[in-house]
Each structure stands twice: as structure tokens, then as C-alpha cells.
């Protein structure tokens, strides 16, 4: 799949079709992206269960930090990454170990890897890089 653009009708179905979603790289700090982002999908109504090993077993916005997607006790059906791109394939391969597979991995705005996504989407997992959810949300009038 072509990463550069993404048909609005794609974003909408991935959104739409989510009910749960892991934010890996969720910060406490209220002047973090993540912190924002999280605040405003969990006003929407998503169940967002931050990841953070620094922060595992604390509460982010009142959700249990977990250290890794894999500690997750329940399915996710999005990985919403807040990690550098290099740390993206890494997030890749921990989503595709997970059992049921979550349907989608988002990456935040700068955050792409066309090499994880490939691997991503070879495992059956739509992929949308250099994105915010908190962003196109709004844009598609969801």
C-alpha cells in the first residue's frame, strides 16, 4: 500500500471499526503529544490503555500503564505508536505476536517505516504512518 496519502474512506473504517486501543510511548507529562492524544480519543469514547515501560503498573488519565503490548490482558484492536520511527518495527513485531492480532497499528505525525509496514500488513494488519488520530478524527467528521 502507497503510505504517502490515505483514502478518507480507509482512516474512517479503521476508526470506526475501533474500540480499543493501546497508545505505546504514553506519557504522564500533560505537555506530552501522547497525553493529549490519549485524553482526547478516551473523550471519544475509546477504551485507551497507555504502554510504557518506564510507567508500568502507574495510571495514565486513570488508565493501568502496562510495560509492554504483550502484558496488555485483553485485545486491542488498534497500536497507536508515540515511538521514534526507528522503534517501529519493533512495535510491529510485538503487535503481530499478540493473540487475537489487533486489526490496525496508527503511527503518530513523523513516525514511518515503510519496511514495518510491509510487515504489518503481510501479518494482516492495516497500517496508517505520519497520521494523528486526535487530527483526522475531526477532518472526517467523526
Known amino acids: ?38 485524553r482526547f480519543l478516551l473523550s471519544k469514547g475509546y477504551r485507551v490503555i497507555p504502554v510504557n515501560p518506564g510507567q508500568a503498573g502507574k495510571e495514565i488519565l486513570g488508565q493501568t ?9 485483553e485485545p486491542v484492536d488498534m497500536v497507536d505508536v508515540f515511538r521514534a520511527s526507528e522503534y517501529l518495527h519493533a512495535v510491529v513485531d510485538e503487535a ?34 505520519d497520521r494523528c488520530p486526535a487530527i483526522e478524527m475531526p477532518r472526517l467528521g467523526l
Open 1 to 38: 500500500m502507497n503510505h504517502d496519502r490515505y483514502d478518507p474512506a480507509y482512516l474512517s473504517g479503521i476508526l470506526q471499526e475501533t474500540r480499543t486501543i493501546a497508545l505505546v510511548g504514553a506519557s504522564p507529562n500533560p505537555a506530552r503529544p501522547s497525553f493529549g492524544v490519549m
Open 65 to 73: 500503564v502496562y510495560a509492554t503490548l504483550g502484558d496488555i490482558p
Open 96 to 129: 503481530i505476536a499478540l493473540e487475537p492480532r489487533p486489526k490496525a497499528i496508527w503511527s503518530q505525525l513523523s513516525v514511518r517505516d515503510d519496511l514495518a509496514a510491509k510487515t504489518a500488513e503481510a501479518a494482516g494488519i492495516k497500517v496508517v504512518m
